[in-house]
Every structure is written in structure tokens, then in C-alpha cells.
């Protein structure tokens, strides 16, 4: 199986020609969905493995890998490398840098644990479900905290998955603004949306000192891997600030009378 290269577009089929030939040693084989030519080059799959995975375990990318993705977790990691992790962490403007106890524990109420690394994909949805809960979260007033743990409270505790499906429920949907919490949602979206781009621009110039011709420690072989790896880490990134526009633009367009009316309010109240 090692002669043959990866394709991740190919499907394979492996299994036991036969249980020994006659010097007694048994025989694998393997097929394909399509015909090879004469001259063409047969390939395996090696699985749905994303670019760093094809990297670490067999030393080579895949130029649009559609199993790729960019992994991003809370806070700051310690040797936390441009190519290896995303360390995102809410500006104080939007809420606390490091999460409250409240806010763990709300979370917690729907399984989604704050320090957990999660992956930008290249295909929908972009991103992971968990994040976004995450952020909406952190990026809460203290007070909208608490009034829904008041109301997780009252789910008695021999229905904890009651609270759970309660909780999940606003956590995982967009968060529908409030005279006294309109910009929860877009405050979340604008904090993820901010990291994103800032990846984006590091990879960017990043993918600069890889251009052909550029100065690099690099071989010829080495900078072509690290060309594809980079290239592929921008298209994930980039697909997942799309998707951030998207929704905040289908945010605004669905709830813009409301964003607006409690602006003009607050701004009356002023």
C-alpha cells in the first residue's frame, strides 16, 4: 500500500485476495471506482485527513484539501505557533478577557466546555456551533448571565437534560436583541470576525516570504509543502470571514427594525 500516493478524490477498496499463495503467504489487493488507463498512475486514499495531519504523518499537503481546517481555542496558548493555532480572546470592550465563573457555568449547562479547541472548516458551516455559543456568551452583559442561569434554576435537577435542550436553545441561535442587550449577537460575530482577520493578514504575509524567488531557509521541495500548506490555511480562514459577514448581514436584515428602535431609545434616554 505504500507504493501508491494519496488522492483525496479517489475511492478504494482493500482487501484479501486469497489466504495463501503457495509458499503459503496471503495476498492483499486493491481496486478502485474507475478505470486506469495504461501509463496512468494508481492511487490510495489515506482518509479524511486534514493538511497537518497529512503533513505530520506522511510529510505532504494537498492542495485544496476539503478535509482542511483551522483550529482556534480561548485564551492564550503558551508556544502557540502562526500555523499550528488560532488563540482567540474577547476584547475587554466586548466582555471579560477571562471568562467569569457565571459564564463557565452557563455554558456548562449546554456541554460546551470555554477552553476547548475548535476547527474552521472548508465547507459548511465554516464554524463550529460550540465557538460561536462560546462567544455570545462571553461577550454578555453580567446581568443577562445571570438572569438566564435564574432561569436554568428553576429546571429541577432529575431533568438535567431539560436544562441542557433550555439552554442550547437561545445558546446555539442567534441571540434576539433586548432593550437592555440589543449588540450581543453582532458583538460576538464582530469579536470572532476580528481574530479571523488578523489570521488572515499574518498567513498573507506569511505566504509573501514563500513566493518563488523569496529568500527562505526553505528547499525547493519544503517551500512548494509550505506553499500549499499556507494557501490552503488562507482559503479556511477566508471562508470562515464570508460566512461571518453572511450572517451578520441575514442578523441585521432580520432584526434591523429592532437595532434600530432601541438605538434611537438609548440614544432619547442620553
Known sequence: MDMLNHSPTTTVRVGLLSSSDSQGQGRIGISGDKDVEEGQECYNNYGGRTNLQLLYGFGFCVKGNVHDEVRCVHGRIPGCTLIDCIAIQVPVKLGAAVPTAAKKKLLQHCSVVVDATRALKRSPPYIPPELLATLRVLVMDDSLVNKLLGEQSSVPDSAPAKRTKSVADILFKPIVPTPEHPDCELDALEALAGFLVQKLSALSSLARTLVDGAETP?????????????????????????SIREKSEQFQAQFGELLDKYADDSEAQE
Do not use: H, M, N, P
Open 218 to 242: 526553505f528547499g525547493v521541495d519544503s517551500r512548494r509543502i509550505a506553499q500549499i500548506y499556507v494557501g490552503s490555511q488562507l482559503e479556511v480562514v477566508s471562508a470562515a470571514i464570508e
